[in-house]
């Protein structure tokens, strides 16, 4: 490993470390530290034109290391399936790494402790597009009040890091567990996210990056 590959990030203290995208420790939120059992880092390609960024870990995402693995993971693969696309073909990863206590949402110094760690991730994958799943995601990139709902499919220049992304905002896919009209939302943007990425069936007759073989 070369010293390319690692960076002192958050507060720059030898106990908060990236390798690439990954953060291999981190000590900056006392209260995760204490709720959470490991840190739970991107998934996915590190060169993916994709990126899907969800809000914080909860526990089935906790218990197993890996983003979106519960009943909003299903979801999001369903979605993702729709679209041409198979999970390992995009990036997912969070806003926060660590599961909050009780599964609230995370504080304000939480997302500004962790902003380093996905300013690192993004810089390393630079996708073409991230998709926000959700309000707290879709505000923390965009740095406004969002209603999610009515901005859902819409399409952002953000900045993060001193770079510029293009972004496109959508509900969270837990979202059509509670209310059946998000459904259609919630698939709609993914799809459209893959045809503006390039991706699935929005790229080329072969199906662009998708690897569907494995369903
Ligand atoms: N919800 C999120 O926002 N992220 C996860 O990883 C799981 C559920």
Redesign the pocket.
């Known amino acids: 490993m070369s010293d390319d590959d690692t960076a002192a990030a958050g507060d720059g203290s030898a106990a908060n470390r990236m390798e690439g995208p990954d953060v291999i420790a981190c000590e900056q939120c006392p209260e995760l530290v204490e709720s959470r059992s490991r840190i739970?880092d991107g998934v996915g390609p590190d060169d993916a034109d994709l990126l899907l960024l969800?809000?914080?870990?909860?526990a089935?995402?906790d218990e197993q290391g890996?983003?979106?693995?519960?009943r909003?993971?299903s979801i999001l693969d369903e979605a993702l399936r729709d679209a041409g696309l198979a999970r390992d073909d995009v990036r997912?990863t969070?806003?926060v790494r660590c599961r909050p206590p009780e599964n609230r949402d995370p504080h304000t110094e939480e997302l500004a402790n962790c902003r380093g760690h996905l300013e690192r991730e993004l810089a390393v994958v630079d996708p073409k597009l991230v998709v926000t799943?959700?309000k707290?995601?879709s505000e923390h990139l965009l740095d406004r009040s969002i209603a999610v709902t009515k901005a859902a499919g819409d399409v952002v220049d953000v900045r993060l890091g001193g770079r510029g992304y293009r972004a496109v905002v959508s509900v969270?896919?837990?979202a059509t567990l509670y209310d059946g009209s998000q459904r259609e939302t919630f698939f709609e943007t993914i799809a459209r996210a893959a045809e503006i990425a390039g991706v699935g069936s929005g790229g080329d007759e072969d199906g662009g990056q998708s690897s569907l073989g494995q369903f």
């Open positions: 739970v969800g809000e914080a870990p909860g089935n995402e890996e983003p979106f693995v519960g909003s993971g997912i969070n806003c799943l959700g707290v995601p969270h896919p837990a």
